[in-house]
């Protein structure tokens, strides 16, 4: 994979996600009427369809820019996700353009997008097209990050998971992991604490996962929705943009030993049991830190179910009664 080319690219303002606070109170159990789940601290740090019933800018939850420069690209939200697109130009020059979160993620935050590009719209082996999810530090101007990358040059294509290191305006990758592509479109989930951890998910598959890299991504991060092209134009497509503190759900307030389920629409139940602080912790699977569902408490003193609870890895509830 060519180096990165991204010249210019200044600091991004941040953007607040705070604290929320809310209660679900749909349920139906015995246990006491009144039995309410209170939300203390919100792990769904955003949720983002990226579509719209008619094509429309990002709005400012989103910084674009790129070398290909706004008369040479476009970015819009159209029915089917958000376009992300560079213009022709001259052979043997690369150009990029992107959608960047103006605001700045943690840590070992979970990030997903559905991401892919047009089949077979590369002819020549001297012209090239990437669709690229990157998730780069927000604490400076550097371009260091990891990324996943959908490429395809003269007909040939693939996914390269791997990271970077660069200046303000250059980066030099290294490709991880190289894999053939089994179809045009993927749910690609990753998360990496930006030192030695990296994980990259194709929908429930986990596909790369190291804890012995050399990284140098200090966090926050920004998640960067991108193309790249090399002397065609070219365009990539997004959708589904959510991340998530973490990957577990806590819920206190419980009884010892009381037993609690979560059971994601669609997807298998997880489970846990109430330690003696009455907490219990619900491990979800990276690829599902986001999504609505049931909570089930079934105890001695309490039976309860909560429907339309919309959970996200990192959720802290608390049982009222």
């Known amino acids: 994979m060519t180096p990165r080319h991204v010249g210019g690219r200044g600091p991004l303002r941040a953007g607040l996600a705070g604290l929320v606070i809310a209660t679900v109170t749909a349920g139906c159990g015995t246990g006491g009427s009144g039995v309410g789940l209170v939300l203390q601290h919100r792990g769904r ?11 429309t800018v990002p709005g400012p939850a989103f910084r674009l820019g790129g070398t290909a420069g706004s008369g040479n690209a476009s970015v819009g939200m ?5 376009r992300v697109a ?11 353009y992107f959608a960047a979160t103006s605001a700045t993620y943690p ?57 970077a290191t660069g200046n303000t305006s250059y980066a030099t990758t290294k490709v991880l992991s190289d894999l053939p592509v089994t179809a045009a479109t993927e749910d690609v989930t990753v998360r990496t604490d930006g030192r030695s951890q990296y994980a990259v998910y194709f929908g429930d598959r986990m596909v790369y996962q190291s804890a012995a890299l050399a990284l140098d991504v200090a966090p926050p991060f920004r998640v960067f929705l991108e193309v790249q ?13 959510w991340i998530a503190a973490g990957t577990s759900v806590e819920v206190d307030g419980l009884q010892p030993g009381d037993h609690v ?11 846990s049991t109430a330690d003696a602080q009455g907490r219990a912790r619900l491990r979800l699977p990276v690829d599902e830190a986001v999504g609505t569902g049931s909570l089930t408490i079934d105890g001695p003193h309490l039976q309860h179910r909560f429907t339309g609870v919309a959970f996200a890895g990192g959720d802290v509830y608390s049982v009222r009664t």
Request: a negative charge; glycine letters at 12%; zero cysteines.
């Open 45 to 55: 740090l955003a949720d983002v369809a990226l579509t719209a019933s008619a094509p």
């Open 78 to 82: 159209e029915a089917d996700g958000l």
């Open 86 to 96: 560079v213009g022709p130009h001259q052979p043997g020059t690369w150009r990029g």
């Open 107 to 163: 840590a070992n935050s979970v990030i997903h997008v559905r991401m892919g590009r047009p089949s077979s719209a590369v002819p020549s082996r001297s012209q090239s097209g990437i669709a690229l999810l990157a998730v780069q530090t927000g604490a400076s101007a550097l371009l260091d990050y990891v990324f996943v990358a959908s490429v395809e040059t003269g007909g040939e294509s693939s996914w390269l998971i791997g990271h």
């Open 229 to 241: 092209a090399l002397g065609i134009g070219y365009q990539a497509l997004f959708r589904d943009l």
């Open 261 to 271: 389920t979560l059971t994601p629409d669609g997807h298998p139940a997880v489970g």
